[in-house]
Structures are given as C-alpha cells and as structure tokens.
C-alpha cells in the first residue's frame, strides 16, 4: 500500500510538471532570498529542484540511520518464524516440553497470539496448570481485556482437561457475545452432551441450524434426541411434565418421545397418564413399542378398560401381530388363559419372540402341558440368544 503511494504520487507530480512546463519555458519566475548580507536569486524552477533534492537527501540519510534496525528487527522476525514454526510441529507431533521451548523462544523475540494460545496447549499436554494459565494471560495482555479467541482457547483447553463445567460457562459468555459462532456452538453441543445437560442442548439446535453447524433435519432428530434423554433423565412427576408441555406440539407427536414419556411416568408411578397419552397415539396406528409399554401400564383395574381398547383395536387392524401379543398378555394377567394361549400361539407362528414364547409357556404350564410349556421356555432363551425356535410337540 506505502509502495502504490508512492507511485502514484510520482506520477501526479510528473503529469503536473508536464503541464506547468510550457509556462515556466515563457516565464520561469525570479525567486530573491535575503538571509542577513547574502542574497540568493534563482528561478521558481531551480527553487524547487533544490528542494527536491534536499527532501531526497534527507530521506536517504534517514533510511541509512535507520538500515541496523530494520536489519536487526527482520533478523529477528526470521528467527521467530522459525521457532514458531518448529514449536507448532512439535505441537503437531505431541512433544509438549519442545513445543514450549520453541514457542517460548518465537515469542521472545516477537509477540503473536497464536503462539501463546500454542504454548498454552504445550502446557496443558505437560499438566502445567499454571503455566497454562499465564500464557493465557498474556495472549490477553496485547488487547487490554479478555480477547474472544483466547476466551474460546481457554474453553477448549478446560474441556480438554475434564473441566466441562467451568469450559460450559465460559462458552455461554462467548455465545452471548457472538450467537452464531461455529466453533463456541460445536463446543456447546459437545460440553451438553458430555454433562447430561439436554434441556440446554435441544434449546440450542435452532442456533446450530442458524449458523449452519447442523441441517434442518439433523437439528430436528438433535432436537428430539435431547428431548427423549430430558425425559428419561425427569427425577419426579412434576420435571417430567413440566419437560413434557415445554416441547412443541409438533416434537410431543413424535412416536419415541411419547414412548419415552409413558415408559418414564409407568416408572414414576403415574400409569393413569402414560396409559391415556398411548391410548390417543394407538387410536390412530397401532405400534409394537407403544402397543408393549401399552400392556405394560396401567394397574390391576385398568386391565378390563385396556383389554376392551386392544380388542376395538383389533376389530379395525386383524391381521397386527402386537396386537395379538399385546391382547395376550392381557389376558394372561386377567387369567383369561384360553384367550391368552390362542393369541400367544398366533404370534409365535407368525413372528416368535421371547417375550411371547415366555407368556405361551405360563399359559401351557398352567394348563399341565409340561412339555410344550418347557420347549416355551427353551425357545425364549434361544431367542434371546439370538437362536432359533425349535418347534413345540403336537398337542397330545
């Protein structure tokens, strides 16, 4: 930029000579000094001619005085260069204590804030807290107050070392400062997930899809993913709840959450809420997961009003094998056997699990069909063994 300067303001001067020489030709003016007895008389053109030549002097002599320095201050910028060059390798390589020689010796004979946040890593791989902590302060020292990259340094290096609390704090602060940040965003996602924190972390996906550090559908299964993990994680009724009605209507449509919901409020206790929110999701689809937490929830009298639901369930949807699973099981606990045994052995024709094979085995046990019954159990655990079933013996 110094350089293009001074060319143009050459060219400015010689396009001006260019055009005031005709006149000075005509006229070159008469220019008369009196410096005590001297006089000097000249022309306007020798006037400025001998300034010319007097800046030009000047300029030359000032470059001449100022040659050592220059000299010096390159040799010196080589040799940071270098050691910087040499220390970011060795960085590279994972050889802390010659990372830190050589980053200490760059930054002594020039400041760069790279190498401190450099040296304060080299640091850190050495287990030098402190140490860590004073290159930190002097990556700050240039800008007179705690500079955003060596905040965002500062944060990766804590969360490096375990210390995903404090590295969280100080990540909100930056995210404050710049909301659609990448690298505080992706530290964010990590830091959340790492502490469990999924309240925070599906709050955080519409930064994340804003700042393009995830697409619309990745953020919507991110979303839904912290979601789910907020549920399960809900340590009474009121938190899952509260957890509940703060998602969108949209996210509480979604089939794992409802199952995350009605698994987590049958295990607080609250068998009433889960059944009701299965049963308005079931009335539309029937579905496997849904249908067996279904079963599973809801007390001894609720059995009758479940059963009854399943059975209107079958009416529109006779061919769903978990609905026959789901009615067996059923009807087991309600000591309906007969109905129990012609719905269990449907499923295990149809699709065998060791669920149903189990429950088959209760059924025929409880009848005095020994045999068929043992082969039940057998093939639960085959199938849960990831064997297959052997057949039963024919009914005697």
Known sequence: MKRLLVILLVVAALVI????????????????????????????????????????????????????TRLIRKARERRSRRQLEKGFLALTE?????????????????????GYLAA????????????????????????GRRHFVTGLARARLLAAEGRGDEATALLETLHLKKPRHAGVLRLLLENYQELGRWRDLRLLTPALRRAGVVDRDRATELAALAAQRELDASFDIDRLESGWKELPRKMRQRRELVAAYARRASELGRTARASGLLERHLSGEPDDELLALYAAAGDEGERTHRIRQCEKWLESHPEHVGLQETLGLLYLE???????????????????????????GRVLDRAGKLEAAAQCYRNALRLRDGRGAEPLPPPA
């Open 17 to 68: 000579t260019a055009l005031v020489a005709p006149y000075l030709a005509e006229d070159p003016g008469h220019v008369q000094l009196d410096i005590g007895q001297w006089r000097l008389e000249m022309s306007v053109l020798v006037l400025v001619g001998g300034i010319l030549l007097i800046w030009i002097a000047l300029s030359l002599l000032v470059g001449l005085v100022r040659l050592p």
């Open 94 to 114: 994972g050889d802390w204590p010659a990372a830190e020689r050589a980053l200490q010796k760059s930054l002594s004979y020039r400041d760069s804030t790279a």
């Open 120 to 143: 304060a890593r080299a640091a850190q791989g050495r287990g030098d807290q402190p140490g860590r902590d004073r290159w930190l302060e002097q990556a700050d020292s240039p800008f």
């Open 334 to 360: 309600d000591r309906q056997y007969d109905r129990a045994q012609a719905c269990l052995e449907r499923v295990v024709r149809e699709r065998p699990n060791s669920r149903a094979y189990a429950a088959l």
